[in-house]
């Protein structure tokens, strides 16, 4: 129930190519999910976030799909760039004043130039 | 934008010994902050919310007395890995909540127990 399932595990693409990430959820009370990413030695940063009233949301680079009634959500990274090879993190948060994240298990991304 | 520093970056040290990491949250204040564990290629596991002023709540199977945390100030949390074993080697994270619901990490601590 508190689970964030993440996949692929790892993936490599192409510069210029589109790397997409899903994620998937069981508990309904989640209401936030956030995207990390993070480089080797170093804490994640936040990329972008969405909530369950959006269905997308881009920033720069970076779009999130989110289909509620499949309680599935994935990033997407335009024209990615060997600077983009990093893990990335989903995450869910239940909100409620607890602000306690689940995350995913990561995917490692390389992108080749 | 908001920034969360962690202190030390790595950290060596001998068995049986205690190990203070330190989080600051730089320019804001964080009323809650949490700290995580990293295994290699792994996922971030929860370990402990801490609440300004309050004890922590520790996740289930996270032994409170072997991870003590303090949060005595708005931005400042200390995690204390005591009596450290090599089997606490581990990437240590912490982060702070921001406005909202938004979670800034530090860098992290890699610690090393020979």
């Known amino acids: 129930q508190q689970q964030v399932k993440q996949s692929p595990q790892s993936l490599i693409v192409q510069k210029g190519g589109i790397p997409i990430i899903n994620c998937a959820y069981e508990n309904t009370a989640f209401d936030y999910f956030p995207w990390y990413q993070q480089f080797p030695g170093k804490g994640p940063a936040l990329l972008i976030a969405?909530?369950?009233?959006?269905s997308e949301k881009k920033e720069g680079r970076f779009t999130i799909s989110f289909n509620k009634s499949a309680k599935q959500f994935s990033l997407h990274i335009m024209d990615s760039q060997p600077g983009d090879s990093a893990t990335y993190f989903c995450a869910a948060s239940e909100g409620g004043g607890t602000y306690k994240y689940i995350f995913g298990t990561g995917t490692r991304l390389k992108v080749l130039a | 934008g908001a920034v969360v520093s962690q202190h030390p970056s790595r950290v060596i040290c001998k068995s049986g010994t205690s190990v203070k990491i330190e989080c600051r949250s730089l320019?804001?204040?964080?009323?809650?902050m949490f700290w995580y564990r990293q295994f290699p290629k792994q996922s971030l596991m929860l370990m402990a919310t801490?609440?300004?002023?309050?004890?922590?709540?520790?996740e289930q199977g996270v032994e409170k007395d072997k991870f003590l945390i303090n949060h005595a100030s708005l931005t400042l949390s200390t995690l204390t890995v005591t009596s450290a074993h090599p089997e606490d080697s581990s990437f240590y994270i912490c982060?702070?909540?921001?406005?909202?619901?938004?979670?800034?990490f530090g860098s992290g601590t890699q610690l090393s127990v020979l």
């Open positions: 801490s609440n300004e002023g309050s004890k922590a709540t520790y």
């Open positions: 982060s702070a909540r921001g406005l909202g619901e938004k979670l800034f």
């Open positions: 969405i909530r369950p009233d959006v």
């Open positions: 320019d804001f204040q964080a009323t809650t």
